[in-house]
């Protein structure tokens, strides 16, 4: 019995402690890999996240000098003298686009902005035509340059940490379900639930994802269809689903926006939460009781939203998980 009990216990402590193939362990107990652009056709900022996630983590976080002085070192070796994605972002709209350059990022896996490392000499200028700004390191000094997330091509530094495990449900065997957990817009998880394209699992109504999505709610917990509420989550969502899933065999998801039945043309996600960010193919779209809403992702007409029937089926759909604290 005390070999069983032990054998379990180093077993236990070996998948705890063990980084995935290619990474190291930085100081936080994190591990972190650096990943050079060539190799994956010169991500963007978005595409760099979604390679990340592919394999299980998120664009680095930094949290103090010492992860910061790690990430620099393990960059230097892959890398040479180099810039490199990290996983900051910040929005550029008419709001906040004249605020100083350290106000108003997020991590998407972590909370505290607090430490900063900026570049003081960087002469950055908000331009307006640039959706976001996203940080990048330098692997020589360490330090932070905010650069258009879109525009340019470079390495990027994932992060693996247990928060999806430790914070989200467990994967449902009876359908293909990967889950993740951000912090950057509100502290929730996103569960990706698409078929595999050999199997045919069953498809889903709009009310059939949504009683799917509800299963996982718990006393502590709720559980919904997504509510999107900025075009940086819209656009998180997007690359995960056509990184990570299948969906591109189907091109449709369900997400949790409804128009009421009763003869009604007020919108409301599943969640409750107020609508104040649409994605609509047509900017003047009409707005049909009794339909739901899908998202569209297209190679050539751009990835929107659209309304059908709620009693269509579609095959993939976005769940979303949350502490009720």
């Known amino acids: 019995m005390f070999l069983l009990l032990s054998t379990i216990f180093l077993i236990n402590f070996l998948c705890i402690n063990s980084c995935p193939s290619g990474s190291s362990k930085g100081p936080n107990g994190n591990c972190y890999k650096v990943i050079n652009n060539a190799d994956h056709g010169n991500p963007d900022w978005f595409e760099a996240e979604g390679l990340c996630h592919k394999d299980g983590g998120h664009l680095a ?150 009683n799917y999505c509800s299963h996982f709610s718990s006393n502590s917990n709720q559980a919904s269809l997504v509510s999107i509420h900025s075009d940086l989550e819209n656009a998180i969502i997007t690359i995960y689903m056509s990184y990570d899933t299948n969906v591109y065999y189907y091109d449709e998801f369900w997400i949790g926006l409804q128009i009421p039945s009763n003869n009604s043309t007020n919108m409301t996600w599943s969640d409750g939460t107020l609508v104040d960010f649409t994605y609509w193919f047509d900017s003047q779209q009409i707005l049909a009781p009794g339909f739901c809403t899908e998202y569209i992702m297209s190679f050539h007409s751009g990835d929107r939203w659209d309304l059908n029937a709620c009693n269509r089926n579609l095959a993939a759909f976005v769940c979303e998980y949350w502490n009720l604290k």
């Open 61 to 210: 976080s930094i949290s103090d000098s010492f992860t910061n002085s790690f990430i620099a070192n393990l960059a230097r070796t892959v890398l040479g003298d180099s810039s490199y994605w990290i996983g900051a972002v910040r929005t550029m709209t008419w709001w906040n686009n004249t605020l100083p350059l350290n106000q108003t990022w997020t991590w998407l896996d972590f909370k505290d902005f607090q430490y900063t490392n900026w570049n003081k000499s960087m002469q950055v200028q908000p331009n307006p035509d640039f959706l976001y700004l996203c940080l990048t390191q330098d692997s020589v000094a360490g330090t932070w340059n905010p650069v258009d997330c879109y525009l340019n091509l470079l390495p990027f530094a994932c992060e693996y940490t247990n928060s999806t495990q430790d914070l989200c449900p467990e994967d449902d065997l009876n359908h293909t379900i990967k889950w993740t957990h951000l912090t950057a817009f509100g502290e929730k998880c996103y569960g990706l639930v698409y078929p595999d394209p050999y199997t045919i699992y069953g498809n889903f109504s709009w009310n059939d994802a949504l």
